[in-house]
């Protein structure tokens, strides 16, 4: 294949995959929790009044849970006068054509091959998990554009270093790479797993200890800058870098197998649903002789380096960022947030790097296999992206049918969303989905929190007197609360404590509204 044909190629793919991800999202991308704070912090730049949310009692707070990057961009469409919302979709639209662009490079430098490209890409664009991650306003898809562009920056300040013919260029490649390395933090915080794949791969590569350390230094320099300043900021404004706590928490059993089987769901075709019919203790055992081999690839990768033989270090370079990205979330999950989850937007990354090595994996092994088992080999990739094109198109028409999250009818013609919008100005607003009343009513509103942090699995501090005192406003009128998903939270002690007796205004399908202003 020629490199003119490669290029053409990639740019059908992510052009298909661009149109892909608009027909499903006809009525804008799907909102979250996640996806309010972004776009108010958007908004909150566009205005003048900073990266901050307005809480509850009308305070502007600094953001620090939730870092800049993806509210940056999307204030740049502010500037032109385009909302934070409508922008979000023109934006991740475009990043889903660039990233399926990126895999297939990295596949191809991977496998020295355009067909690994190719392939890649094709498997990219019609993952239906990766068009879901796409699909809704949140920061995994820029996310996964820094941290592709970090290796492919990195890999090319290795083509051009000494002993070849000398060039300049690999300095502006390494800050360039450490540059996005940077920008990948501050687009998500485990984009500091970027910084030990990078430098190790740097002190990996031929030449004396003193140009590997100089390499290596460059790009952490041009990295921790970006880091060290938003560290700062942080740390002045609010005495903490990212609003979380250290302390001990362990991963839940269910957690491990959920993403354990959003793994496998990935790969195997939607229209025979293996993960649903098998064990999940298979799964979990299959996961784990896919990691023991991915770990005994870096270490065969590993010596062949320490050889001096640098072929496959594309491979070698993404299976170890897949490794040290997980390596990340599990020390976050147990140390730092213990409300994350194994779910499709956290493993995306992880989908990324594994269609680059499994596209690697074909490749090679067609490379290296005799005349009557290639075919073989080109038919199993062929079927596996045309299984992947299926589950696509299913993703794509179901996510086209109705908005996501807040975006969707279910919470736009809401009763109880409607009733919100009428309260008098003045009255003070507790809720368990404070996020859906700031984007769909533009109300302020104060959070009714559980017993329990799920961010560090310990008790509230106060919790029963700050149920007391919003018991008590909510019952002489000076406040409401507006509870959805009811039937979540009936039967439960500490919420049928907190509205024993209070009077219900508002009583509909998706949730209540609890006070007595008309008193």
Aim: glycine content about 10%; cysteine-free.
């Amino acid at each position: 294949m020629t490199k003119r044909v490669f290029v053409l190629l990639l740019a059908i793919t992510a052009l298909t995959g661009l149109a892909l991800a608009a027909f499903s999202t006809p009525k804008g991308l799907g909102l979250v929790n996640d996806s309010v704070a972004y776009i108010n912090g958007a908004r909150g730049l566009v205005e003048g009044s900073g990266y901050g949310r307005l809480a509850g009692d009308g305070t502007i707070k600094p953001i620090t849970h939730f870092p800049p990057g993806f509210s940056v961009v999307l204030a740049l469409f502010g500037l032109v006068g385009m909302d934070a919302i409508p922008a979000a979709r023109i934006v991740n639209l475009g990043l889903f054509a660039l990233n399926i662009v990126l895999v297939g490079l990295l596949a191809q430098r991977a496998a020295r091959s355009p067909w690994a490209g190719v392939l890649a890409a094709a498997l990219f664009a019609f993952s239906d998990a990766l068009l879901g991650v796409h699909a809704y306003a949140l920061s995994e898809p820029l996310f996964l554009t820094f941290t592709m562009g970090a290796m492919l920056a990195l890999l090319r300040a290795v083509e051009l270093f000494p002993p070849k013919v000398y060039n300049s260029g690999w300095v502006m490649a390494l800050i360039v790479s450490g540059d996005l390395a940077g920008l990948a933090y501050l687009t998500r915080y485990v984009g500091l797993a970027l910084l030990p794949v990078g430098t190790l791969a740097l002190l990996l590569v031929a030449g004396s200890w003193k140009q590997k350390l100089q390499r290596a230094a460059i790009f952490l320099g041009s990295a921790l800058a970006w880091i060290v300043v938003w560290t700062v900021r942080n740390a002045a404004l609010v005495g903490s870098a990212t609003n979380r706590t250290f302390g001990y928490h362990a991963i839940p059993a269910q957690n491990v197998l959920d993403g354990v089987r959003n793994l496998w769901a990935f790969a195997l075709p939607r229209r025979i649903p293996l993960v649903d019919w098998l064990p999940g203790g298979l799964w979990v055992a299959l996961t784990g002789l896919g990691l023991a081999l991915l770990a005994a690839g870096l270490v065969w990768g590993l010596l062949r380096a320490l050889r001096g033989q640098r072929e496959s270090l594309a491979a070698w370079l993404v299976g170890l960022h897949l490794a040290a990205y997980l390596v990340m979330i599990v020390l976050s999950m147990t140390f730092v947030d213990a409300s994350t989850t194994f779910e499709d937007r956290i493993l995306a990354p992880v989908f990324a790097d594994a269609i680059i090595l499994l596209a690697w994996g074909f490749t090679r092994a067609a490379q290296r296999a005799g005349s009557s088992t290639r075919p073989a080999l080109i038919a199993l990739a062929v079927l596996l992206a045309l299984s992947f094109a299926d589950d696509a198109r299913k993703t794509a028409l179901e996510l086209r049918v109705d908005g996501q999250g807040f975006a969707s009818s279910y919470w736009s013609n809401s009763e109880v969303m409607d009733g919100v919008r009428r309260l008098p100005e003045g009255v003070t607003i507790y809720s368990n989905r404070i996020s859906a009343l700031t984007l769909l009513a533009d109300r302020q509103a104060i959070a009714m929190l559980s017993p329990i942090d799920p961010v560090t699995r310990e008790p509230r501090p106060n919790f029963e007197r700050t149920q007391a005192i919003i018991r008590e406003a909510v019952l002489e009128g000076r406040a409401v609360l507006v509870v959805f998903t009811v039937e979540e939270l009936d039967g439960i002690d500490w919420f049928e404590a907190l509205v024993d007796g209070v009077p219900v205004m508002i009583d509909a399908p998706e949730g209540r509204i609890y006070g007595r202003l008309d008193e």
